[in-house]
């Protein structure tokens, strides 16, 4: 099986199962059979092979590549981003326009307390490459905090900043207003880890009120986009993400 065909995580990534990283568990704990033996990582199928997920055959399709289907959503504070929640609370996926016979991928994560940008897809095989740290997407971000901060400050963000996990740092950084004791500034990066925004401003001693995600890639938020809806992605938007 090894080398003929496409590998299995990427043929079931590109059908709308679930991002290659999860298939590749589903591989890892023996859920996925070809031809009836247990499958392996580097397994390859092509379209003359039986494969199983869960004991039930899955339809391979290799002539003709499904179109993706890519939307934003407009993620409201107090939604988490996994599908379940031992603490039942909202999930973005409970918005989301319901799908047959594949479900929505989500293109990287947004923390609980964080509204903005979001993107899901069908195409599981695109939301790995995009999430990959290779891709360097920019990420932009709103920050709202207490005052002004102070130039030098705003430096050493862009310097770079020892953190838990290592160094971190802004690409780049603007003012954009305020009223009253509050502040507005923009915020570009190309990383995506866990809080890296929020954690960045707390490592200066400065508190993030707020904090929302205005565009990914060329992807922007759209201002008529309220928190808690979704739209479709135009064909040349999509065209533009995949080659960003």
């Given at each position: 099986?090894?080398?003929?065909?496409?590998?299995?995580?990427?043929v079931l990534a590109r059908l709308g199962f679930g991002s290659r990283r999860e298939i590749e568990g589903w591989i890892r704990a023996g859920r996925i059979t070809v031809n009836g033996q247990v499958a392996e990582l580097a397994d390859c199928v092509s379209e003359n092979d039986k494969l199983t997920l869960?004991?039930?055959?899955?339809?391979?399709?290799?002539?003709?590549?499904?179109?993706?289907?890519?939307?934003?959503?407009?993620?409201?504070?107090?939604?988490?981003?996994?599908?379940?929640?031992?603490?039942?609370?909202?999930?973005?996926?409970?918005?989301?326009?319901?799908?047959?016979?594949?479900?929505?991928?989500?293109?990287?994560?947004?923390?609980?307390?964080?509204?903005?940008?979001?993107?899901?897809?069908?195409?599981?095989?695109?939301?790995?490459?995009?999430?990959?740290?290779?891709?360097?997407?920019?990420?932009?971000?709103?920050?709202?905090?207490?005052?002004?901060?102070?130039?030098?400050?705003?430096?050493?963000?862009?310097?770079?900043?020892?953190?838990?996990?290592?160094?971190?740092?802004?690409?780049?950084?603007?003012?954009?207003?305020?009223?009253?004791?509050?502040?507005?500034?923009?915020?570009?990066?190309?990383?995506?880890?866990?809080?890296?925004?929020?954690?960045?401003?707390?490592?200066?001693?400065?508190?993030?009120?707020?904090?929302?995600?205005?565009?990914?890639?060329?992807?922007?938020?759209?201002?008529?986009?309220?928190?808690?809806?979704?739209?479709?992605?135009?064909?040349?938007?999509?065209?533009?993400?995949?080659?960003?």
């Open positions: 099986m090894k080398n003929r065909g496409e590998r299995i995580q990427k869960d004991g039930k055959a899955v339809k391979l399709k290799f002539v003709k590549k499904p179109s993706a289907r890519v939307i934003m959503y407009h993620k409201p504070a107090g939604e988490i981003c996994s599908r379940q929640d031992e603490e039942r609370r909202p999930t973005v996926f409970d918005a989301l326009p319901s799908l047959r016979n594949r479900r929505w991928i989500s293109i990287g994560r947004l923390d609980f307390n964080t509204s903005g940008l979001l993107l899901f897809t069908t195409d599981g095989e695109l939301a790995h490459r995009l999430m990959h740290p290779s891709s360097e997407i920019e990420r932009e971000y709103a920050v709202r905090v207490l005052g002004r901060v102070q130039e030098d400050v705003l430096q050493r963000l862009k310097r770079g900043v020892r953190l838990e996990d290592g160094m971190a740092h802004f690409d780049e950084i603007s003012f954009a207003g305020g009223e009253g004791a509050n502040t507005w500034y923009h915020v570009i990066l190309h990383e995506g880890r866990n809080r890296e925004v929020r954690r960045l401003w707390e490592s200066q001693g400065v508190k993030v009120s707020r904090l929302i995600r205005v565009r990914f890639g060329p992807i922007t938020l759209p201002r008529f986009l309220r928190p808690g809806k979704w739209k479709d992605l135009e064909p040349n938007e999509i065209e533009n993400l995949s080659n960003d």
